[in-house]
Each structure stands twice: as structure tokens, then as C-alpha cells.
């Protein structure tokens, strides 16, 4: 199920089409820069948001900064791009929780940004919690 009622802008439900479509590297960076700041829920419903830091050059670093509790943690484009690439592969497949994405760190962060983007369709339950339900 990687269908949700969670309200997008337009911004984002353009950035989500364009990845769709080219299911490319380039559209999952613009969908990653088109979410950054919006509320997350882990498979497990625990909140988390990222922020994206500004370079020297004034484009965004490739870096998620993930906010979950008291101190940031930051999450490398590498890791987001490895689980990416795995969660094509299983594409049409139910993926049933984070570690199917492979031994990839932070993937419980990107977990649900993929099922979010509609990457990745995951169980009812999980979905129930990612929704806060």
C-alpha cells in the first residue's frame, strides 16, 4: 500500500510525479528538497522531520539532517540513493520493514520518505503507524 491521504503541496505532488516517471536520482533529490521540513512518522510512529543545509556554492549540501530528538543527526545522499536503487528492485513488492531496504544506515529514516514519495508500498499496519493512527 503506498497510497496516503497526507496533504501535499503542489510543489510537492509535481516532484512526486516527475519520480514516478523517471524513477531517477535527480527526481528523488528535487523530492527530498520539495519535502524537507515536513513531519515524518518512523514504521514504529516515532516523529522526525529533516532539514537540508545551505552549501557555500548556495545550493543545498546532499546531507539530511534529521531532527528526532535533542541533537540532529545527519543521513549521507549515499544511503538514501543505495535504498532508493533497492527499493527498485523490489518494485511491486510489499517491502515489510526497513531493514528489506538492506543494511543501510539511517533506513529507518528513509523508510518512510520512500512509502511517502510512493517508492514503496508497505503493509497495512505499517501504514497505520506512518499515518499516526
Do not use: H
Request: hydrophobic share 40%; glycine share 8%; aromatic share 10%.
Amino acid at each position: 500500500m503506498n497510497e496516503n491521504s497526507m496533504s501535499c503541496s503542489e510543489k510537492q505532488r509535481k516532484a512526486i510525479e516527475k519520480l514516478k516517471l523517471e524513477k531517477s536520482e535527480e527526481a528523488l533529490w528535487e523530492t527530498v528538497v520539495a519535502f524537507c521540513g515536513e513531519s515524518f512518522l518512523t514504521s514504529s510512529g516515532l516523529p522526525f522531520c529533516y532539514t537540508l543545509k545551505v552549501g557555500r556554492n548556495g545550493e543545498f549540501t546532499k546531507e539530511l539532517w534529521i531532527d528526532r530528538r535533542e541533537n540532529s543527526k545527519s543521513l549521507s545522499w549515499s544511503s538514501v540513493v543505495l535504498a532508493f536503487k533497492n527499493a527498485l528492485e523490489k518494485s511491486g513488492e510489499i517491502i515489510p520493514g526497513p531493514k528489506s531496504l538492506g543494511n543501510i544506515r539511517g533506513v529507518s529514516y528513509i523508510y518512510p520518505l520512500l512509502w511517502r514519495f510512493g517508492v514503496i508500498s508497505v503493509p497495512v499496519s505499517i501504514v497505520l503507524k506512518m499515518r499516526g493512527c
